[in-house]
T-cell receptor, first 114, second 115 residues
Framework: DAGVIQSPRHEVTEMGQEVTLRCKPISGHNSLFWYRQTMMRGLELLIYFNNNVPIDDSGMPEDRFSAKMPNASFSTLKIQPSEPRDSAVYFC????????????FGPGTRLTVT | AQSVAQPEDQVNVAEGNPLTVKCTYSVSGNPYLFWYVQYPNRGLQFLLKYITGDNLVKGSYGFEAEFNKSQTSFHLKKPSALVSDSALYFCAVRAYTGTASKLTFGTGTRLQVTL
């Protein structure tokens, strides 16, 4: 089992550019979570999906952020346009079906917006 | 709303000594509690969970956690710390929305184990 796969692992971009982060959950998992981690704010849940449907996007900071899950094996988090304050590590996590699953985290994408 | 609090930003302990990382929780209903660990430049890894049953839960790498309902605490413990235990530790509580489970994480506690 390859675990949760995220790409790219590192992204450096200039302010105003579009950034797309990608996540492949563990096969068979039906819930997917996007988190953002910064020193100032800690670990924040941005959005999560269940069976490819967004359940709660209340953590998405603003309209510049959008997330999609077109199928059970792929999700994207897009920032357009990016700003320096978006610099953070973005984690994707997935969980298996059931009411009390543990979350499996990917290695994260370190985003730097200059 | 569910929440967890980790009152210590950092815990320092000498190798071989026992360690405790504190966590208190606030939930409506039965608490489902978790501990995760994050090593540098890595994602979070599951350590252990409490759902029901024995108040002392054993997890990975020799860690255990004690659930205390009266004190609403779920402290992480290890009898003898190792330098390799140095990492960021997160306590989390589950919120079930009816369609999916999400975890609310604490702010994290950095554990530093020195020789």
């Amino acid at each position: 089992d390859a675990g949760v796969i995220q790409s790219p692992r590192h992204e450096v971009t200039e302010m105003g550019q579009e950034v797309t982060l990608r996540c492949k959950p563990i096969s068979g998992h039906n819930s997917l979570f996007w988190y953002r981690q910064t020193m100032m704010r800690g670990l924040e849940l941005l959005i999560y999906f269940n069976n490819n449907v967004p359940i709660d996007d209340s953590g998405m900071p603003e309209d510049r952020f959008s997330a999609k899950m077109p199928n059970a094996s792929f999700s994207t988090l897009k920032i357009q346009p990016s700003e320096p304050r978006d610099s953070a590590v973005y984690f994707c996590a997935s969980t298996a079906p059931g009411q009390l699953p543990r979350q499996y985290f990917g290695p994260g994408t370190r985003l730097t917006v200059t | 709303a569910q929440s967890v609090a980790q009152p210590e930003d950092q815990v320092n302990v000498a190798e071989g000594n026992p360690l405790t990382v504190k966590c208190t929780y606030s939930v409506s209903g039965n608490p489902y509690l978790f501990w995760y660990v994050q090593y540098p430049n890595r994602g979070l890894q599951f350590l252990l969970k409490y759902i029901t049953g024995d108040n002392l839960v054993k997890g990975s790498y020799g860690f255990e956690a004690e659930f205390n309902k009266s004190q609403t605490s779920f402290h992480l413990k290890k009898p003898s710390a190792l330098v390799s235990d140095s990492a960021l530790y997160f306590c989390a509580v589950r919120a079930y929305t009816g369609t999916a489970s999400k975890l609310t994480f604490g702010t994290g506690t950095r554990l530093q184990v020195t020789l």
